[in-house]
């Protein structure tokens, strides 16, 4: 069985810190796809990144990165410089095999910036 | 494009009752998904469907039917609602090209009480 575990359920900072969300899965297949989805107050879940299990190439868009290290099975992301507009939940979601349409959630972790 | 949409935005049910949550995609995707999400957790996969004709259980199916006539819809059945369905309710889409997997393109959501 697949399974999705975001540890942080909530993290505060003051605006311009930096912030990592720890992701960790388990799959017993070898084509996957890892996603990040943002979901602010609003409620609307907003896609962020994909990764397939046969690029291990970190990536940096603007204030984001992420980390991810199949040796830990491990998908981090980090947000530099956050912004009180960073406030949102973050999930972690892992594919059963190459389909992208059937995804496993972490918990979330809810992320409160303070201005 | 209006994207993946999903009616109604509200509805509150008594025990029994039954419904049909309205999604539709005018994206030609392929793959169609239902979602649950409670209170402080992640989404939980319900029913997705591969193409018209082609439907499967997700990870929590029970109480629901689902059927797919045409690429673009995608209704959600409640047979007989329960107080353990008060959710909110994310209809998702996505595509593939060539094996490659997309991300999935979430609606609006449902919030659905059941009283």
């Known amino acids: 069985a697949q399974k999705v575990t975001q540890a942080q359920t909530e993290i505060s900072v003051v605006e311009k810190e930096d912030v990592t969300l720890d992701c960790v899965y388990e799959?017993?297949?070898?084509?996957?796809?890892l996603f990040w989805y943002k979901q602010p107050p609003s409620g609307e879940l907003v896609f962020l990144i994909r990764r397939n299990s046969f690029d291990e190439q970190n990536e940096i868009s603007g204030r984001y990165s992420w980390n991810f290290q199949k040796s830990t099975s491990s998908f981090n992301f980090t947000i530099t410089a956050s912004q009180v507009v960073d406030s949102a939940v973050y999930f972690c979601a892992l594919s059963k095999g190459a389909a992208g349409n059937k995804l496993t959630f972490g918990g979330g972790t809810r992320v409160l910036v303070k201005p | 494009n209006a994207g993946v949409t999903q009616t109604p935005k509200f509805q509150v049910l008594k025990t029994g009752q039954s419904m049909t949550l309205q999604c539709a995609q005018d994206m030609n995707h392929e793959y169609m998904s239902w979602y649950r999400q409670d209170p402080g957790m992640g989404l939980r996969l319900i029913h997705y469907?591969?193409?018209?004709?082609?439907?499967d259980q997700g990870e929590v199916p029970n109480g629901y039917n689902v059927s797919r006539s045409t690429t673009e819809d995608f209704p959600l059945r409640l047979l007989s609602a329960a107080p353990s369905q008060t959710s909110v309710y994310f209809c998702a889409s996505s595509y593939s090209t060539s094996g490659y997997s997309y991300e999935q393109y979430f609606g609006p959501g449902t919030r659905l009480t059941v009283t």
């Open positions: 469907s591969v193409g018209a004709g082609i439907t």
């Open positions: 799959t017993r297949d070898t084509t996957y796809y």
